[in-house]
């Protein structure tokens, strides 16, 4: 059997562009871990852990974990057995000193990002789901005033570690704006162009066992 290539990838775009669903999507088609810092905060929040008791009162205010206790929670999730080829990071790195921590981490192993995927969604756009959000899901942190500070944070902080990975020419971008179908059909024609390519395929994008 040959190698399979990694599949190391990050995904970034606002709050409502629909990243958490499309990363799942994403992972699973590539067959590795969804590592969302969200989720694991929450589920930590939800389980009254020790963890949890530190960042509940972060979260419900929509601002950020420190980078340091971040950094350490997804070192050692991605130091886990089934991260080795690959991982979708959602939620992380949100700021340049996490970009420095996980690159310091990478790049320590020998590793990198395969892929950066950005999804672009126009504010009001985002605005608008998370407010539907707020009434399918009733998260705490979907009130109008916690919104306005998560989405300010992430223009502010977030947007620009764009800027680093396009330096490194690993970035595609994608338009968010469209049915769920639409966008990953577009995501995987993206991912697809750079021979990123979920399992199953060959160098040559042959599909396993296809005639
Ligand atoms: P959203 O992207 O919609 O704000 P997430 O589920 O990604 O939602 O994150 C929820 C909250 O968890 C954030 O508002 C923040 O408090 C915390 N959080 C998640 N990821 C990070 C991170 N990388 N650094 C710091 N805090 C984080």
Redesign the pocket.
Known sequence: MTQTPSARFLIVG???SG??TQGVLVAEAFGVPQV????I??ENVKGGTELGKR?QA??E???????EL?SEL?RDRLEQEDAARGFLL??????RG?VDDLEAFLSGRGESLDAVIELVVPREESITR?RQRAIDQGRT?DTEE?IAN?LA??ERETAPILDVYREKDVVVRIDGVGTLDEVTERIFAALATRGLEPNGSDAHGRSAGAA
């Open positions: 606002p709050q409502g990243k958490g969302a810092t969200g989720d905060f929450r960042v972060i979260i205010a929509g601002d950020l974990v420190p980078d971040t997804v959602d939620g992380y790195p949100r700021n996490q998370l942190d916690v998560r944070i992430y």
